[in-house]
């Protein structure tokens, strides 16, 4: 697993690091001062696991996170027990509280490996299947992912919006649970309330994306990762 280090105390990176090296399955990819070195790296290198302090200057772990669009596996580091229920609302994968024992350190590195491994597995099922199932009043209802548009978050529902029909599809989940079943080179989540179909791209505008004559907003969050899509910067 590819991860990267975050605090703004240079003994307290220096003990990651020396413990991040006795775990045989983690590659240290960077250490990170604070939370904009962090955004670059994320930008620039593929990592599966950020270990985060809270407490930094400028921006805060738990905002960094509230920040990122999507984001790997996170294990908090820090001082204070405090933060520990906003960040696991946060789903981050373990909250550890300084000073942390070598034993409990390993223990939330088997735990977020496991979850790697799991992510990676349904990853690779979704690339090879065409479709999924949804519940739909008591049935469990067939998409296909190269019929769907857009999906729109409502709260507790999605709406799943198709080429084969003007009505959309209904089903009790949330936007993140579905999210999670979609192929990532095929949608992207261009807003807190909105995925897209890649394929069904018309035309970017800087606070916009059109399907056709469907115009939906871009969050500020997510708007690199869109016109990335393009191979273009932001204009």
């Not at 989940?173 to 897209?196: D, G, N, T, V």
């Not at 394929?199 to 990335?228: C, H, M, W």
Request: proline share 4%; with cysteine; aromatic share 10%.
């Amino acid at each position: 697993m590819r991860c990267i280090a975050i605090d703004d105390e240079p003994l307290a990176l220096d003990l990651l690091e020396d413990n991040i090296s006795m775990v045989p399955y983690l590659q240290l990819v960077a250490k990170c001062n604070n939370a904009f070195e962090a955004m670059e790296v994320l930008r620039t290198q593929q990592v599966d696991l950020i270990f985060l302090d809270i407490q930094m200057p400028g921006l805060t772990g738990l905002q960094f996170l509230q920040s990122m669009a999507s984001k790997p596996l996170v294990i908090l580091i820090t001082a204070y027990e405090k933060y520990a229920l906003e960040g696991f609302n946060l789903d981050v994968t373990d909250y550890l509280v300084k000073p942390v024992s070598l034993e409990r350190f390993v223990k939330a590195c088997n735990k977020a490996n496991e979850l790697h491994q799991l992510r990676s597995a349904g990853k690779a099922a979704r690339d090879q299947s065409d479709f999924f199932f949804v519940n739909v009043d008591y049935s469990l209802f067939k998409i296909v992912f190269s019929d769907i548009v857009w999906i729109e978050g409502l709260k507790d529902y999605v709406k799943i919006h198709l080429k084969s029909t003007n009505k959309p599809v209904i089903t009790r989940m949330s936007i993140k649970s579905l999210e999670e079943q979609l192929p990532p080179a095929r949608f992207i989540r261009i807003h807190k309330s909105y995925i897209i179909s890649v394929a069904a791209i018309t035309a970017i505008r800087k606070n916009s994306v059109f399907l056709q004559d469907i115009e939906l907003p871009v969050g500020d969050t997510y708007r690199d990762a869109l016109y990335a899509i393009a191979g273009k910067n932001q204009p």
